[in-house]
């Protein structure tokens, strides 16, 4: 596959991951466990449906055990906390903080071999932790159990960081793993759910739409379309591509209706964002 195909297909991942506050929210009350085995099953099927016609359902049986426990656990680990992190504080907050992980993703490669870590990335870091901090410093008080939302939604970021740092030694991977990926974490959830949930259905058809938005979206399709961009497309365009998710995730909320515009809402989104180029421009310098 070509290069500019490969990176404007794994583009839209971006843009599909700009809906997933707005779909998690209308999804209400469906709990996160439940919320993830639903939405993950979709997703699931549809990369078998699309595995079974391209012909490449024989090639999972190649996929080391490993990988498909690093990748279950990765889907499973990030979308549980950030499920949970909508649940329990503001969503545009929450949101931006679960989109540090841009940032995270720059400052921990610049420490792997063969990088290293410049003065952009801490300058970027800051700028990006100061818009963190101006969320949790308004929300402080503001709704019963926003702290340890922000925490959680903190979380997340690192774990979405890892996953996707890790996932450069698996480029040898088949994008049809990424089916197995979901499948095996809808099992999970729905485990999980049984066991600590009380079971709450989506409230009316825009409820379910929600959950089916989910799943054919942010927690589908923009898994594989992601998966062909970062092993076949330009790896940079992506990377600084994804910086934009915050404030289209953010702008998505407010128009919706979901989330109140305010000042210090439109800061925090322009230092993390602003921090996260400022580190992917010190990644590409020299």
């Not at 779909?23 to 993830?36: G, I």
Request: aromatic share 10%; charged share 5%.
């Amino acid at each position: 596959m070509q290069t500019n195909k490969a990176t404007a297909i794994g583009f839209s991942a971006v843009i599909l991951w700009a809906l997933l506050a707005l779909f998690t929210v209308a999804s209400a009350p469906v709990p996160p466990f439940l919320l993830s085995a639903m939405s993950f099953g979709i997703g699931g099927v549809i990369g078998l449906v699309w595995l079974l016609f391209s012909g490449d359902i024989k090639a999972l049986r190649r996929v080391p055990l490993r990988a498909y426990v690093f990748g279950t656990c990765g889907l499973f680990g990030y979308h549980f906390l950030y499920f949970n992190a909508l649940r329990m504080a503001p969503a545009a907050e929450a949101g931006l903080i679960c989109y540090l992980w841009p940032l995270f993703i720059v400052l921990f490669s610049g420490l792997l071999p063969g990088e290293r870590l410049r003065r952009g990335h801490v300058a970027g870091a800051l700028l990006a932790f100061a818009g963190a901090a101006l969320i949790v410093g308004a929300g402080i008080g503001a709704v019963s159990g926003a702290l340890a939302g922000y925490g959680v939604a903190f979380l997340a970021a690192l774990v979405w960081a890892g996953y996707s740092l890790g996932s450069r030694r698996l480029r040898h991977i088949p994008t049809g793993a990424v089916a197995v990926f979901c499948l095996a974490t809808a099992v999970l959830s729905t485990v999980a759910h049984v066991a600590f949930e009380a079971t709450h259905w989506p409230m009316g058809a825009m409820g379910w739409l929600a959950v089916l938005g989910l799943g054919l979206g942010p927690v589908g399709l923009a898994f594989y379309t992601w998966d062909i961009g970062v092993k076949a497309g330009n790896i940079q365009v992506l990377g600084t591509a994804s910086y934009a998710a915050p404030l289209l995730s953010t702008l998505a909320l407010v128009v919706a209706g979901m989330a109140s515009a305010s000042l210090s809402l439109a800061l925090a989104a322009a230092l993390i964002t602003g921090g996260a180029v400022m580190a992917a421009r010190a990644g590409q310098a020299g």
